[in-house]
């Protein structure tokens, strides 16, 4: 059973940092691709990023504007995303989700998501 | 841009009955790209449709895609009460983008 399970979210003051993480579980982790998609509350979800399989390819969606990493550590079965400069309109539920095939494509797969406030 | 509108923004029908859900694009859709979710209350969403038409794995058949261009739909033949949440197209022929959502709710 494909299982994947966010971690790293809560309370940042605005200009904080996050790491957020996202273990996998009952699929070969590094022959798919992986992103990251938030869902801010009463909004329709926003694909943030998305990384191959071996991680040497790695994608943004248009508006994230330079302040989202995703990385991956395929040993751990692990994905990562790294957030900067944290502002308010970042509140958001964080999912991780497994590529259907190519990434940037469909997710077959989501976590339960992780909550990000973003509040002083 | 790209911009998905979906409409109607809730839809109010009984069990049983057909549900239509549209989806409209600011430009052609790539080969069909367009891809239906379905999210319940504190819940992640979930594949229904992808290629336009395609059912993923283990979506019954009262759920069927259709569409081309800038035109998508989404039909549910014959509701069940589980059917009931909110449904999101989202395109991934330029970049990804999800539509704003249409809420199904029983009447």
């Known amino acids: 059973e494909v299982q994947l399970l966010e971690s790293g979210g809560g309370l940042v003051q605005p200009g904080g940092s996050l790491r957020l993480s996202c273990a996998a579980s009952?699929?070969?982790?590094?022959?798919?691709?992986m992103s990251w998609v938030r869902q801010a509350p009463g909004k329709g979800p926003e694909w943030i990023a998305g990384?191959?399989?071996?991680?040497?390819?790695?994608y943004y969606g248009d508006s994230m504007g330079g302040r989202f990493t995703i990385s991956r550590d395929n040993s751990k079965d692990t994905l990562y995303l790294q957030v900067r400069s944290l502002r308010a309109d970042d509140t958001a539920v964080y999912y991780c989700?497994?590529?259907?095939?190519?990434?940037?494509?469909?997710?077959?797969?989501w976590g339960q998501g992780t909550l990000v406030t973003v509040s002083s | 841009e790209f911009v998905l509108t979906q409409s109607p923004g809730t839809l109010s029908l009984s069990p049983g009955e057909r549900a239509t859900l549209s989806c409209r694009a600011s430009?052609?859709?790539?080969?069909?790209?367009l891809a239906w979710y379905q999210q319940k209350r504190g819940q992640a969403p979930r594949l229904l449709i992808f290629?336009?038409?395609s059912r993923a794995t283990g979506i019954p058949d009262r759920f069927s895609g259709s569409g081309s261009g800038t035109d998508f739909t989404l039909t549910i033949s014959r509701l069940e009460p589980e059917d009931f949440a909110v449904y999101y197209c989202?395109?991934?022929?330029?970049?990804?983008?999800f539509g704003q959502g249409t809420r199904l709710e029983i009447k």
């Open positions: 989700a497994k590529e259907t095939q190519a990434v940037g494509g469909t997710r077959d797969y």
């Open positions: 009952g699929f070969t982790f590094n022959n798919y691709g």
């Open positions: 990384i191959s399989g071996s991680g040497g390819n790695t």
């Open positions: 430009q052609s859709v790539r080969i069909n790209s």
């Open positions: 290629g336009a038409s």
């Open positions: 989202q395109q991934y022929g330029t970049g990804v983008t």
